[in-house]
């Protein structure tokens, strides 16, 4: 792994040296949401060509992402999550928890309702499943975003190409 700590033992220390940036967990949220091309990464993070580049080749060089050609001419690839990068699922799963719960204000909203694959019941933000009355395990939870934030994410991409346009 390229983002290695080899001076501490503490698994925390190194796993922030990996993904503990800002940029990082966002192109990862990305990914798990279905986008896999850089434009389309770029428009929904916000940042900028350089930044996405570099994030993209740290992620690949420490084994979460690989990149497939799509195009020929002119080269383009798309990014895909590794299997190691797919582990990080929980990750982002406890920050989308920790930031409804105590980030974001009540009457803006959920942006993504988790629901209990098993049953189909919308889960609490620590993934209880109010039916079964268990913590589903996150391989469980299928997440589907509300309408709102369908259209916030739209709006961004239409802006986003539009910037190109111009």
Known sequence: MKSECPDTLCPITRSTSVIGDRWSIMILRELFMGLSRFQDI?????????????RFKRLEADGLIERRAYSKRPLRYEYRLTPM???TRSIILALRSWGEAWVKRPREGVAVRMTHRTCGTETHFDGTCPACRIVAPWQDLVGQPTPAYTAERSKRADAFTQSLRT
Do not use: D
């Open 42 to 54: 770029q428009a929904q993070t916000g940042a900028t060509p350089q930044m996405l580049t570099a």
């Open 85 to 87: 990068g797919r582990e």
